[in-house]
């Protein structure tokens, strides 16, 4: 079964509202959802270390969604797991204190959606980022939380599921060195 693993930020949780959103979309594709709780975990390579320990590999497909401090776990986790799809919402990338401050990515298919407004991430880190890499990027009207875009993000996820679950296995983006 196809499978999306969720990592949520650092002041969220498991059941947040980008989550909960995301998640009826998943399901209505026909996707299993599992979405752990980090909460009280401050350090994000202990939350990668909890998702990798608590990961089940299965036949279907592999997508992990991450949201700020959730989308480095997802990022950082990929190296190992080569998902399908990275979703990823406000990407804590260029944060002080980050074992990997741009980590490198190991997925078929990569989405980055970021805030213009984004006064925990600055949205220059994330253009710089994808930049490099070729990776698309929605920016948009809105900040950190992404709060206001709950719509748009629920349309972007149901296009990126749909062409991942169309997509045959495929060669990995390579780690950028």
């Given at each position: 079964?196809?499978?999306?693993?969720?990592a949520?930020?650092?002041?969220?949780?498991?059941?947040?509202r980008k989550?909960?959103?995301?998640?009826?979309?998943?399901?209505?594709l026909?996707?299993?959802?599992?979405?752990?709780?980090?909460?009280?975990?401050?350090?994000?390579?202990?939350?990668v270390?909890?998702?990798?320990?608590?990961?089940?590999?299965?036949?279907?497909?592999?997508?992990?969604?991450?949201?700020?401090?959730?989308?480095?776990v997802?990022m950082?986790?990929?190296?190992?797991?080569a998902?399908?799809?990275?979703?990823?919402?406000?990407?804590?990338?260029?944060?002080?204190g980050?074992?990997?401050?741009?980590?490198?990515?190991?997925?078929?298919?990569?989405?980055?959606?970021?805030?213009?407004?984004?006064?925990?991430?600055?949205?220059q880190?994330?253009?710089?980022?994808?930049?490099?890499?070729?990776?698309p990027?929605?920016?948009?009207?809105?900040?950190?939380?992404?709060?206001?875009?709950?719509?748009?993000?629920?349309?972007?996820?149901?296009?990126f599921?749909q062409?991942?679950?169309?997509?045959?296995d495929?060669?990995?983006?390579?780690?950028?060195?």
């Amino acid at each position: 079964m196809n499978t999306i693993w969720f990592a949520h930020g650092k002041e969220s949780g498991p059941r947040g509202r980008k989550i909960e959103a995301l998640s009826k979309v998943a399901s209505s594709l026909g996707w299993a959802v599992e979405s752990p709780d980090y909460q009280g975990m401050d350090n994000p390579d202990a939350r990668v270390a909890q998702l990798l320990e608590l990961y089940q590999a299965n036949s279907g497909k592999l997508v992990l969604v991450g949201s700020s401090m959730g989308s480095y776990v997802s990022m950082v986790a990929s190296q190992q797991l080569a998902p399908e799809g990275l979703f990823l919402m406000a990407p804590a990338i260029g944060m002080p204190g980050y074992a990997q401050p741009e980590p490198e990515i190991s997925a078929a298919q990569c989405v980055i959606i970021h805030g213009w407004h984004d006064d925990i991430v600055p949205p220059q880190n994330v253009i710089d980022y994808a930049g490099k890499r070729h990776i698309p990027l929605h920016l948009l009207d809105d900040d950190h939380p992404l709060s206001r875009s709950l719509e748009q993000l629920s349309s972007l996820f149901h296009d990126f599921l749909q062409e991942t679950a169309a997509r045959p296995d495929a060669t990995r983006l390579a780690p950028h060195i």
